[in-house]
């Protein structure tokens, strides 16, 4: 899709060609205001299922707190800023000492040339169960904590 250096146009880019397993797990943003805050443009079922309602058309800014909304905005804003996708790993630790990993990938796209203007991020859990408990009480920060987070640019 990038082709030349540039970051892509979403109109390039077409979820048919994804695996179907992927869709429920895609969450499209659009960049407000260079980064200071992502509106949910789409959410997948599987987080809206997990989540117990659909974030569709809410605004995601700075003043969300706990450790899992400062990472993603952390990540949002590292593929702003080095305008190509950025891989992750996140570690989660539950209060009960549990854990488990998040595998993501958070895609650029841009209307007018390298100005990102869309995120497109998908997320892999390695478990389901947990990550259904984590993003049902994500609103609490205390609930869950990163431990470690590995993108790198």
């Known amino acids: 899709l990038r082709g030349e250096g540039d970051v892509p146009a979403f109109d ?9 397993a992927v869709l429920p797990y895609l969450t499209l ?6 980064g200071r805050s992502f509106l949910v443009r789409l959410i997948g079922t599987g987080t809206t299922v997990a989540v117990g309602r659909n974030a569709t058309g809410d605004y995601l800014d700075a003043t ?11 990540r949002y804003r590292a593929v702003i ?8 790993i996140v570690d989660y630790g539950m209060p009960d000492g549990t854990g488990f990993k998040n595998r993501l990938l958070t895609l650029p796209f841009a ?3 390298n100005s990102i203007d869309r995120l497109l991020g998908v997320y892999s ?15 609490t920060p205390a609930y869950a904590e990163v431990l470690r ?4 640019l």
């Open 12 to 20: 390039r880019f077409d979820p048919v060609d994804l695996p179907g």
């Open 29 to 34: 943003l659009d960049v407000v205001d260079g």
């Open 64 to 74: 969300k707190t706990g450790d899992i909304p400062l990472a993603a905005f952390k």
């Open 81 to 88: 800023e080095a305008q190509r996708p950025v891989p992750d």
């Open 111 to 113: 209307r007018e040339r």
């Open 125 to 139: 859990p390695s478990s389901l169960r947990l990550a259904k408990q984590m993003l049902l009480a994500i609103t």
């Open 149 to 152: 987070t590995t993108w790198t």
